[in-house]
């Protein structure tokens, strides 16, 4: 059980991690764990100013809970992600398209509910996105505002360096507990609905058995061994948003676990809420069995927009037929695939008396034009009032000014917390709605902005931050994820540029990766460091573009990189 050795890294230097006192750290936590009979656990030392962090969060108990987490359910993970490679090799080889899976006569059942949520839940109306709590200023900026909820992300706009899972971590338990200044109470604050990392993540920082452990349980068993018994004094928690499931039976596997959870710690069954985030094309063929085996832990569901599209390209992005248009050009929700997603999951989650929930505004309200501002909320109120007119209970933002400017519009059309009235009889989706992409081509323009919001996802992930803001909307991994799976595509299909009738070659993406680094290095690199990490932020797009097979997930690509492990703490 000796401490690991591996190095560490220091603005970008390697270092014998010997040299810090954050050994010491370790040691003391090593030592803990083998007190409480613990010898399979081993756990790389904290940067050197996230001690504090590191022992307030990675306590031996708190480390022995994840522990037994992880050996419970190691094995049903694996055999989870198996089943991913399995389904997509039998889609390439067959040729075949997901279809409605047949349904059991239990979740057939038209009388069954999912058990009713909290009060703190039972309003949606508009929550916080992409709020990663390793952003102090922001997650206090998040919490003093007045949001029904804050999806607490360690996923789609967080950086999952080993800093920014302690320090998040870190400041969820201190807000919890009491302790963070500035903010108020837990009773009076949006609600947290804490956001683990998604199932393709590992934390390459910590070892159980011998082998490195799933992300997503480092992420939930910490959050709850520290924090649910105090969310639960004032039914503030814990609730969870879900992110990136391939169906009901890994829906199944965190109900599982959700399940076990509450009875290791002590909680009533279904205590855990969860909301799951519909962002893959397989799960809109499985929402009633979704809803049905998390029926006792269920927060309803949520329609993304760029997850859900770029696993067309994941799954079937090789077919010719499946080829998604210019993003900014032809994709938006009013798109017959995305718009029949939507009225889908808002009819199923209203027949079992769940609440649906819409996409996320990205936009960031500018501070220094008030009728720019202005007309910017007009914009982003019209296009939720068409998710409201089609009945969804609520939507996220990014940016908290967008808060009162919303709830006001909600409350001038619906003025009810919910619209779980409303049941969408009306919706008949057929398999064909559901996958019929829409028609379109290939713009300069769009290539060009897919290749710019890659080359700065890169480079904002090796300052060890998940987001930025690019002309006005903040930009994370599902931003980022659908504009290298466009570069990828348009590569492999040899897709035409509409304008001109260029061909979408490897010469002509790699000309433009180098031009648009080299107009980047000189608008933003103050530093040599910074045109030097742009420059690795170039070369590692181009690698994932030109990669043969599509892997499945730009943030895996990129985690396990090693430029990234060898600058990233």
């Given at each position: ?13 390697l270092?014998p ?30 940067p050197?100013c ?30 989870m992600?198996k ?8 889609l ?8 409605f899976q ?34 102090t ?44 200044r ?41 959050h ?5 018994k105090?969310?639960?004094e ?13 169906g009901?039976?890994e ?12 009875q ?5 069954l ?8 519909i ?5 809109s063929?499985?929402?009633?069995q ?18 859900y ?6 799954k ?25 997603n ?5 009819k ?64 001038s ?31 300069l323009?769009?290539l ?35 504009s ?11 897709c035409q ?12 993406v790699?000309?433009?990766?180098q ?37 499945p ?17």
């Amino acid at each position: 059980m000796a401490a690991s050795k591996r190095l560490s890294t220091v603005s970008g230097h390697l270092q014998p991690i010997s040299m810090y006192r954050s050994e010491k750290c370790c040691r003391l936590l090593l030592d803990g764990l083998n007190e409480l009979g613990v010898v399979d656990v081993e756990v790389s030392n904290p940067p050197t100013c996230y001690e504090m962090e590191f022992q307030t969060v990675l306590t031996p108990k708190a480390m022995k809970f994840v522990a037994e987490l992880v050996k419970e359910f190691n094995e049903n993970v694996d055999q989870m992600l198996k089943q991913r490679s399995r389904r997509k090799l039998h889609l390439s080889s067959s040729g075949e398209l997901p279809f409605f899976q047949p349904q059991s006569p239990e979740v057939q059942d038209k009388a069954w509910q999912v058990s009713p949520v909290p009060q703190r839940l039972q309003c949606r109306i508009v929550d916080l996105g992409d709020i990663s709590p390793a952003n102090t200023e922001l997650f206090i900026k998040a919490l003093n505002s007045s949001a029904c909820g804050i999806q607490t992300d360690l996923d789609d706009g967080h950086c999952p360096s080993w800093s920014n899972q302690l320090h998040g971590l870190y400041n969820v338990y201190q807000f919890v507990h009491g302790n963070m200044r500035g903010v108020p109470p837990m009773s009076s604050a949006p609600v947290i609905m804490f956001r683990p990392r998604a199932w393709n993540m590992q934390e390459l920082n910590v070892m159980v058995g011998g082998s490195i452990i799933p992300g997503p349980l480092f992420d939930f068993g910490l959050h709850m061994f520290h924090n649910s018994k105090l969310m639960m004094e004032e039914m503030n928690g814990p609730f969870f948003y879900l992110p990136k499931l391939e169906g009901s039976s890994e829906v199944k596997l965190w109900s599982d676990i959700f399940i076990w959870t509450e009875q290791k710690l002590g909680l009533p069954l279904g205590s855990i809420k969860a909301c799951v985030l519909i962002e893959n094309i397989f799960c809109s063929f499985e929402l009633d069995q979704i809803l049905y085996e998390l029926r006792h832990h269920c927060a309803g569901l949520n329609c993304g927009m760029w997850d859900y599209s770029a696993s067309f390209v994941s799954k079937f992005g090789e077919r010719k037929d499946f080829i998604l248009p210019d993003r900014k050009k032809y994709v938006s929700m009013d798109m017959k695939y995305l718009k029949s997603n939507m009225d889908l999951v808002i009819k199923t989650c209203h027949a079992r008396g769940c609440h649906a929930t819409g996409g996320m505004a990205p936009v960031v309200l500018p501070c220094d034009s008030p009728q720019c501002k202005q007309n910017i909320i007009k914009s982003v109120s019209r296009s939720k009032l068409r998710e409201i007119q089609a009945g969804v209970d609520g939507f996220l933002v990014f940016d908290p000014n967008l808060v009162r400017p919303l709830l006001q519009m909600w409350k001038s059309h619906v003025n009810l917390p919910n619209q779980l009235h409303i049941s969408r009889a009306d919706v008949c989706v057929s398999r064909k709605e559901l996958l019929q992409l829409p028609q379109g081509g290939f713009t300069l323009q769009g290539l060009q902005n897919n290749i710019t919001v890659g080359i700065l996802f890169i480079d904002a992930w090796f300052r060890g931050e998940g987001l930025f803001v690019l002309n006005g909307a903040v930009e994370d991994s599902a931003t980022a994820e659908i504009s290298r799976s466009q570069v990828w595509q348009a590569i492999r299909h040899r897709c035409q540029l509409e304008g001109d009738g260029r061909t979408v070659s490897r010469e002509l993406v790699c000309e433009e990766i180098q031009r648009i680094a080299s107009e980047l290095i000189c608008k933003k690199a103050k530093r040599k460091e910074d045109a030097e990490r742009l420059l690795s932020s170039a070369q590692i797009l181009e690698e994932l573009v030109l990669k043969r097979d599509f892997p499945p997930f730009f943030t895996t690509f990129l985690y396990e990189h090693y430029k990234m492990r060898n600058t990233t703490s």
